[in-house]
């Protein structure tokens, strides 16, 4: 079965300071990446998805961006955070046959 | 537009007591609907997927229903237990790549 890989756990940076947050794949390949975010008492919101390599969609207009290097490998980045950037981000993947939906661990992000 | 609404926000319950989580979707086209169980500080974790075909799907002592024609879906946990404290979360898929995502209901087990 497919397992996702996300780290940092948690993670405080400074507002204006730039931000990586990497996300791995095992298990499976060819799969659909997705980024959420889930601020407090919230529900999840899609950020981004990714159907393959360099291919990225933008579900919200906002600070951030992703990438996708790799097959197995989804990136989320900032040039400059903000406070409202603060929450817990998740990524997921998604690959047909009977594995469905799984996410990550999440990074628990605090801009101050 | 597509909206997933849970309820009730907030549920305390004592142990070995059960409980019915409601889901209720405005969501086209309709693909399925998982629940999710997210303990604090984690990731969500799929509990049960229905498609628009299936009434009835059981995992352990969760049970999850849909009624495609009310567009209502129900989590029923049987005997609950403390470590069934979390969030549920349930989730509608539509099309290939989009899920639309409830609040989730905040389910504390006292012992």
């Known amino acids: 079965s497919q397992t996702i890989h996300q780290w940092p756990a948690t993670l405080v940076q400074p507002v204006g300071s730039p931000l990586s947050l990497e996300c791995t794949v095992e298990?499976?390949?060819?799969?659909?990446l997705y980024w959420y975010r889930q601020a407090a008492g919230r529900g999840l919101q899609l950020l981004f998805y990714s159907v393959g390599i360099g291919q990225i969609s933008s579900e919200v207009p906002q600070n951030l961006s992703a990438s996708r290097p790799q097959d197995r490998q989804f990136i989320l980045s900032s040039k400059k955070l903000l406070l409202s950037d603060s929450g817990f981000y998740l990524c997921?993947?998604?690959?047909?046959?009977?594995?469905?939906?799984?996410f990550g661990s999440g990074t628990r992000l605090t801009v101050v | 537009k597509n909206q997933v609404e849970q309820s009730p926000q907030s549920l305390i319950i004592l142990e070995g007591k059960n409980c019915t989580l409601q889901c209720n979707y405005t969501v086209s086209p309709f693909s399925n609907l998982r629940w999710y169980k997210q303990d604090t500080g984690r990731g969500p974790v799929s509990l049960t997927i229905m498609t628009f075909s299936e009434n009835t799907k059981s995992n352990g002592r969760y049970t999850a229903t849909l009624d495609a024609d009310t567009k209502q879906s129900s989590l029923h946990i049987t005997a609950s237990q403390l470590s069934d404290s979390a969030s549920y979360i349930c989730v509608v898929r539509s099309g290939t790549y989009k899920y639309i995502f409830g609040t989730g209901t905040r389910l504390k087990v006292l012992a």
């Open positions: 298990g499976t390949s060819n799969p659909n």
């Open positions: 997921a993947c998604y690959q047909q046959g009977g594995y469905g939906y799984t």
